[in-house]
């Protein structure tokens, strides 16, 4: 299972190929890796990767020797992101990571369970032991952490932890945050963190700074932390072109320069 797709039916790969593309989807500058070359070889295949999502562009340059003269030819594949369905809830969430991480946008439309199983990952790959509570009723908290590890705003605490989780179109209001204080109080939690896919109004603020008063800090992760968050965890896909080369083959490749055709003297 795979967010990426390629062949025919996707766009014609561009002549970046050739040099050290930025990822189309993220940005972020890429990796890049070449296949063996043998003495004599006729092909030689270079892979760019995006670390961060997971995307991969193929560049290769092939040799055809003809009677009285050589011909190279530039070809490449590159990867699409796929449509990924983020309202079933069967999706791995390494893909639902990645996904978010070349389409925010998707944050929008993410199931709300899908988006809690996702923050609760990540806080999980920076330490911390996790346990999501049941999806109707969860009091308030969606993502309990025990133990010690990073809140993801710089701040390292311990103790017993309430997150929640809000998959919102709207900015996060005091009354929200108020709500989730009581949840602290009521279930003992040391401390709060509120993550939101949107922001947080100046009425939000003032409500976790006096929760932090009454003894129950609330850690705030609007949209950019959350990405920040999805990013810092993140593990590039591919280490080496064998690396890649093991769960992809492409065989149709397009034509991405014109051929360079050098006669014998
Ligand atoms: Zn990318």
Same mark, same amino acid.
């Given at each position: 299972?795979?967010?990426?797709?390629?062949? $025919?039916?996707?766009?014609?790969?561009?002549?970046?190929?050739?040099?050290?593309?930025?990822?189309?989807?993220?940005?972020? #500058?890429?990796?890049?890796f070449s296949s063996a070359t043998?003495? +004599?070889a006729?092909r030689h295949d270079q892979v760019?990767?995006?670390?961060?999502? #997971?995307?991969? +562009?193929l560049a290769r340059t092939q040799?055809?020797? #003809? =009677?009285?003269?050589?011909?190279? !030819?530039?070809l490449g594949a590159?990867? &699409?992101?796929?449509?990924?369905?983020?309202?079933?809830?069967?999706?791995?969430?390494?893909? @639902? %990571?990645?996904?978010?991480?070349?389409?925010? *946008?998707?944050?929008? /439309?993410?199931?709300?369970?899908?988006?809690?199983?996702?923050?609760?990952?990540?806080?999980?790959?920076? =330490?911390?032991?996790?346990?999501?509570?049941?999806?109707?009723?969860?009091? =308030?908290?969606? @993502? @309990?952490? &025990? #133990?010690? +590890? *990073?809140?993801?705003?710089?701040?390292?605490?311990?103790?017993?932890?309430?997150? !929640?989780?809000?998959?919102?179109?709207?900015?996060?209001?005091?009354?929200?945050?108020?709500?989730?204080?009581?949840?602290?109080?009521?279930?003992?939690?040391?401390? +709060?963190?509120?993550?939101?896919?949107? %922001?947080?109004?100046?009425?939000?603020?003032?409500?976790?700074? %006096?929760?932090? !008063?009454?003894?129950?800090?609330? &850690?705030?992760? *609007?949209?950019?932390?959350?990405? $920040?968050?999805?990013?810092? /965890?993140?593990?590039?896909?591919?280490?080496?072109f064998?690396?890649w080369q093991?769960?992809?083959?492409p065989?149709?490749l &397009?034509?991405?320069?014109? *051929?360079? @055709?050098?006669?014998?003297?």
């Open positions: 299972m795979s967010i990426w797709r390629y062949g $025919d039916e996707c766009p014609w790969p561009s002549r970046d190929l050739l040099e050290s593309p930025k990822c189309p989807y993220c940005e972020r #500058g890429t990796r890049t043998e003495p +004599g006729t760019h990767t995006c670390s961060r999502c #997971g995307w991969w +562009g040799t055809i020797f #003809g =009677g009285s003269y050589t011909t190279i !030819q530039f590159s990867a &699409h992101l796929k449509n990924l369905l983020l309202d079933d809830l069967d999706q791995p969430i390494e893909e @639902v %990571r990645r996904y978010m991480l070349a389409r925010f *946008d998707a944050r929008k /439309t993410i199931h709300p369970r899908l988006l809690e199983e996702t923050v609760a990952s990540v806080y999980r790959d920076l =330490g911390w032991k996790v346990l999501l509570t049941s999806y109707s009723n969860d009091g =308030g908290v969606d @993502v @309990v952490l &025990h #133990g010690s +590890g *990073d809140t993801l705003t710089g701040i390292r605490v311990r103790g017993r932890v309430g997150v !929640q989780v809000k998959r919102s179109k709207k900015p996060i209001e005091a009354e929200q945050i108020r709500a989730l204080t009581g949840a602290l109080v009521q279930g003992r939690y040391t401390r +709060g963190i509120f993550v939101t896919t949107e %922001r947080f109004r100046s009425g939000a603020l003032k409500a976790a700074e %006096r929760s932090k !008063q009454v003894g129950y800090p609330i &850690h705030l992760i *609007d949209a950019p932390k959350l990405y $920040d968050a999805l990013e810092l /965890t993140s593990r590039a896909r591919y280490r080496s064998r690396d093991a769960s992809n083959s065989s149709e &397009h034509s991405i320069r014109g *051929d360079e @055709v050098m006669y014998s003297p």
